[in-house]
């Protein structure tokens, strides 16, 4: 049997996958709930942190949203001694402008920003998250991604990782070792069917969702890792 390992997206942390139908490990990615931060934050770091901590090496089934999901995709070039048998890329972003870029840099390069109140906290985390909307300010997910200090709320996660960058999604794709599956809502304003047919040929698109599908319906995306 596949050992499932959940990877969340940017802003999020691994309880987001708390309603998940199946047995899993769903690790924080770096710099996010409560793992550490990284000096520096690339694709290949994020997926040299996950492979550090996994409890399995072989026999690996990856889902991963967004961020994850490029994460998940360099997992499966085989440099970090995991054997993966299928990626799921849900929510990826595809395309990236030199505008995208830029205020993913400002952002990352902000200091951590206070809040006087839990309250006006989580609601910056749902933001940041794309959760809003989607869940409750009171569940776990919101309260891991969130650290209080001197009665002063601030988000876990490090500002740093927005600054990621862009990922050349044709060159991991074509690196893996594992069957993959590029997955999206379709209402998915992060990338179109068009884009990720272009990419590659097994493509998945899940009527009436959005961009966080993993949340909105479970059951819809878990039926991918078959």
Excluded: C
Excluded at 2 to 30: F, K, Y
Excluded at 111 to 119: H, L, S, Y
Aim: aromatic share 4%.
């Amino acid at each position: 049997m596949a050992n499932l390992v959940l990877l969340h997206g940017l802003g999020a942390n691994g309880r987001v996958w708390s309603s998940w139908p199946q047995t899993n490990h769903a690790p924080d990615l770096a710099g996010h709930g409560t793992a550490a931060p990284l000096p520096s934050y690339t694709f290949a770091a994020l997926a040299a942190a996950v492979a550090a901590d996994l409890p399995v090496r072989r026999d690996v089934v990856l889902i991963g949203h967004s961020l994850g999901g490029v994460v998940a995709l360099e997992l499966a070039s085989g440099r970090y001694d995991v054997t993966v048998n299928r990626v799921v890329a849900l929510g990826v972003k595809v395309t990236w402008t030199a505008d995208d870029l830029g205020r993913a840099n400002a952002l990352a390069q902000k200091p951590v920003a206070w809040f006087d109140t839990r309250d006006e906290a989580a609601a910056r985390f749902l933001k940041v998250s794309g959760l809003q909307g989607l869940v409750d300010p009171a569940e776990p997910v919101v309260d891991h991604g969130l650290r209080e200090e001197d009665g002063r709320w601030r988000l876990a996660m490090d500002p740093a990782t927005f600054g990621v960058g862009a990922p050349d999604l044709a060159a991991l794709i074509a690196a893996s070792q594992a069957d993959v599956v590029l997955a999206r809502g379709e209402r998915d304003p992060m990338n179109s069917d068009a884009e990720l047919h272009a990419l590659h040929d097994q493509v998945v698109t899940l009527p009436g969702l959005g961009h966080n599908a993993q949340v909105e319906d479970p059951l819809a995306v878990a039926v991918l890792i078959r």
